[in-house]
């Protein structure tokens, strides 16, 4: 099965348009949304494109294919307005004999991970900066932000098939690579 991660849409209809265009690109079976999906937060300008009401629209036209956790921006009012749930703090997936620890970051993140076994992947959004690090302990995974990327990073997200992570830029162009 392949996922694309990816993390804070902050409510910009313009990058979630090109977020599920990297969808169809990368034939994506599944997403996953590392939070922060409509609202933009008191301490982000307004994303380019910011249409709140525009993505709700895309997101739950496409509702079968989504999972996320919820962002410190989601709230209640989003669920009641989103037809797929965003409002679980974390979801845990198996990648051999390894978990991913997939959260928004705002709680657990590599200053305050869980509970993790040497090989696990923690994957978290929340600081809009695009991580690949091997912790030593664990690897500490972040596909940056969708719409509002911070220092010099780019918007993107990454491809999860098997034991393989695969960071894009929304245009496609590779990032780099990672086998556990």
Same mark, same amino acid.
């Given at each position: ?24 690109? #990368? ?48 709230? #209640? ?21 390894? *978990? *991913? ?64 992570? *695969? ?14």
């Amino acid at each position: 099965m392949k996922i694309l991660i990816a993390s804070d849409i902050h409510g910009s209809a313009l990058y979630c348009k090109k977020l599920l265009e990297a969808v169809n690109r #990368e034939s994506a079976d599944k997403i996953l949304l590392l939070g922060d999906i409509l609202y933009h937060g008191p301490r982000n300008e307004l994303p380019e494109g910011y249409a709140p009401k525009e993505v709700i629209e895309l997101l739950n036209a496409n509702k079968n294919k989504i999972f996320a956790v919820r962002g410190n921006c989601d709230t #209640e009012v989003d669920q009641m307005v989103l037809e797929f749930p965003i409002l679980a703090d974390y979801c845990i997936l198996t990648c051999g004999e390894h *978990i *991913i620890y997939a959260t928004h970051g705002h709680h657990y993140n590599p200053t305050t991970p869980p509970k993790l076994s040497k090989g696990d992947v923690l994957l978290n959004g929340h600081t809009h900066i695009t991580a690949y690090e091997n912790m030593g302990d664990f690897y500490y995974f972040n596909p940056g932000s969708v719409s509002i990327p911070k220092e010099d990073t780019k918007r993107g997200y990454i491809i999860m098939e098997e034991n393989n992570f *695969i960071w894009k830029t929304l245009d496609g162009e590779l990032i780099t690579s990672i086998t556990i």
